[in-house]
């Protein structure tokens, strides 16, 4: 066994940790924190730190670890609540972005048909743009006591709803991408897999509220759970050919309304806030490429956080208007949609781990999530201070 990689991870948790509090210090989220740790101490900066495998391999745990726990976070009942008037919100507010990321990045850099890797490397700069992470909002709103409002619950929900959504097209777009066929097969391929997944979930939920009744607030519950997320997300990709953390998201959207959720979420987030999660953002910065930095790829970037919080807007908003939503509502609806967080990081590590995004764009992301963070409350509660329904 090669022993430099525990003073590895001592170095990547420990500057990961203290970059985090510094980030929160000065309101940037913490993930941005972990990511220049990574950045500062690897081949980028000064060398301290290289990536391996093995650190791959915790970066990859780290990383089906948040996609479960954040099946585990979601509301089913606000998904229910919000309805219709949410999804359609949330699938155009996907589309829109989706759009808009690959015309951008056929701009810049011409515009190419199916199999070329150009071709995927744009379906990823769109991919990147569908996520929400409404974090950073649903903050904002609780200041303003504005969160159990009518647009607070349907950002809300379409949040929920844009995160199935963009799971969805992120497993069709890498199963594309990685070979894995046509859009027609890889859709097929995820119908059959959830087909699957509802099935073995129904069981494995009576077997968990059943274990939760006799057992509660045990370890067994966390442990078993876990082990549930590791199973359905190497079946995900080893007899389905779709991404990992579409199984470990569904193990946890199977989990998400036992009794003792809560609790289990906890647990799991011990161990991912402590080492696998700082990890996995910090081999972001590590494998981040500053090299490559031009006068293009800056304006590439500006104009990427530009679409990423334009085509929000426009597609949320316009959506939300079409629903029956006032114009300045549609509008807080919108602009509560622009923020990006972890799940864009995890789609852009996806397309650099299937070989068709280069490292050197991952700048332009971290950019995205530092500025959507920023200027989204800001926004809001300058909308909202208009006055109007809301």
């Known amino acids: 066994m090669d022993y430099t990689i525990l003073l590895n991870l001592a170095i990547l948790i420990f500057t990961a940790k203290a970059f985090a509090l510094l980030a929160r210090r000065i309101g940037a989220p913490q993930v941005v924190g972990e990511i220049l740790a990574g950045l500062l101490v690897g081949p980028a900066v000064i060398n301290l730190v290289k990536p391996d495998d093995v650190l791959e391999i915790f970066a990859e745990i780290g990383v089906i670890m948040l996609m479960f726990s954040a099946g585990l976070g979601t509301d089913l009942k606000q998904l229910k609540k919000s309805g219709l008037k949410s999804f359609v919100i949330a699938a155009v507010g996907v589309a829109v972005p989706l759009v808009g990321g690959f015309v951008l990045y056929g701009i810049f850099y011409g515009f190419a048909m199916p199999p070329s890797q150009s071709f995927y490397t744009a379906l990823f700069m769109g991919t990147i743009l569908t996520a929400t992470s409404v974090s950073i909002t649903v903050a904002a709103l609780s200041e303003m006591g504005k969160l159990s409002s009518e647009v607070g619950t349907t950002i809300v929900g379409a949040a929920v709803i844009d995160d199935v959504i963009g799971i969805v097209v992120l497993t069709c777009v890498v199963g594309s991408a990685g070979g894995g066929g046509n859009v027609g097969m890889v859709l097929v391929k995820i119908a059959a897999f959830f087909v699957v997944a509802l099935g073995v979930g129904m069981v494995v939920h009576k077997a968990m509220e059943w274990l939760d009744a006799k057992h509660p607030h045990s370890q067994r519950i966390p442990i078993y759970s876990l082990a549930f997320c ?128 280069d490292s050197v764009y991952f700048p332009a992301v971290i950019l995205l999530i530092i500025v959507s963070s920023v200027v989204t409350p800001i926004f809001l509660k300058l909308l909202f201070a208009k006055g109007g329904d809301s």
């Open 230 to 357: 590791f199973a359905l997300a190497y079946a995900a990709q080893k007899f389905f050919g779709i991404a990992d953390i579409t199984g470990a998201y569904a193990a946890g959207i199977v989990l998400c309304t036992i009794k003792d959720t809560e609790y289990v979420e906890k647990k799991i987030d011990i161990s991912s806030y402590m080492l696998f999660g700082p990890v996995f953002f910090a081999c972001i910065g590590l494998k981040t490429d500053l090299s490559g930095l031009n006068l293009s790829i800056l304006g590439f970037s500006v104009c990427f956080i530009l679409v990423a919080l334009v085509t929000k807007v426009i597609g949320c908003g316009f959506a939300a208007k079409v629903c029956g939503y006032k114009w300045m509502d549609s509008l807080r609806i919108g602009t509560g949609m622009m923020t990006r967080g972890e799940v864009a990081l995890i789609v852009a590590q996806m397309g650099l781990s299937a070989g068709v995004l």
